[in-house]
């Protein structure tokens, strides 16, 4: 590692780390409950 690297590391964390939690993929949204339609506010 170049010294730049290390003081990097130091400062914000291991790049190495960051990357990894970058690249893992995000919890997925709570799913809406597409089954059930709308709730219809008017009568037509």
């Known amino acids: 590692?170049?010294?730049?690297?290390?003081?990097?590391?130091?400062?914000?964390?291991?790049?190495?780390?960051?990357?990894?939690?970058?690249?893992?993929?995000a919890p997925p949204p709570e799913p809406a409950p597409a089954q059930e339609p709308p709730p219809i506010t008017y009568i037509e």
């Open 1 to 25: 590692l170049r010294a730049h690297e290390l003081e990097d590391e130091l400062l914000f964390g291991k790049p190495e780390e960051s990357a990894e939690v970058a690249a893992e993929p």
